[in-house]
């Protein structure tokens, strides 16, 4: 019996326009290949401009009638065509291999996700409605009881995915005899532990952090 192939984990990241979600996946998208993990990532773009550029080749090619436009270089593709049904699953089935998907947007899709909360923007908190919100990266306390996260405890945030998802990468690798960096009080050799919301909602890592 042939070995049952791993379905790669799509992670939705979710909140307004302008807290900060492509900044926070650029960091966190860095720390996870920090660990040695293959990262793809999928944005949703509710604007109903063209990503092609008006008189280049695959443009005029497409307002010929093609269907689709592929173009191939030497350090890339670009896929020019119709939107795909299915969502991210779907999309993510035309990325390379991958560990993890991370998706920005997609918030009207039934995947896990992070939501990034940011007050100057919006008081409300998306968790307060939606159950697929597993995390919250935020600058104010959630409601409820989930784990939440500084915007800046990206190293946090991975380690937190890394114990949830089952993924290989672990905790970062630091050089030996260096101090940690960041929020975290944990020592560089401390194997890492679950996770559990303490009361409040604040996870063990960003509590850690804050201690004074």
């Keep these: 019996m042939a070995p049952r192939r791993r379905v790669t984990p799509v992670v939705a990241f979710s909140g307004p326009s302008g807290v900060g979600k492509t900044t926070l996946l650029e960091a966190l998208v860095g720390a996870l290949a920090r660990r040695g993990l293959r990262v793809a990532a999928l944005k949703h773009s509710g604007h109903p401009h ?5 008189g280049k080749d695959s443009d005029r090619l497409r307002r010929a009638g093609a269907v689709a436009v592929a173009v191939q270089g030497p350090s890339g593709l670009a896929w020019f065509g119709p939107p795909r049904r299915g969502g991210a699953r779907a999309l993510s089935r035309l990325l390379p291999g991958a560990d993890l998907v991370v998706a920005e947007g997609f918030k009207g899709e039934s995947l896990p996700r992070v939501e990034v909360h940011r007050r100057a923007v919006s008081p409300e ?4 409605s939606d159950r697929r919100v597993f995390a919250v990266v935020t600058d104010e306390p959630p409601p409820g009881r989930l784990p939440f996260f500084d915007p800046g405890d990206v190293e946090e945030l991975a380690d937190f995915l890394c114990e949830r998802l089952g993924l290989s990468g672990g905790r970062r690798r630091r050089p030996a005899g260096r ?18 919301p303490r009361r409040g909602g604040r996870s063990p890592a960003t509590a850690r952090g804050r201690r004074r």
């Design 179 to 196: 101090a940690t960096s960041g929020r975290s009080r944990r020592r560089a050799s401390a194997a890492p532990r679950p996770r559990r």
């Design 50 to 54: 063209s990503f092609d550029v008006p």
């Design 125 to 128: 908190f998306l968790c307060a």
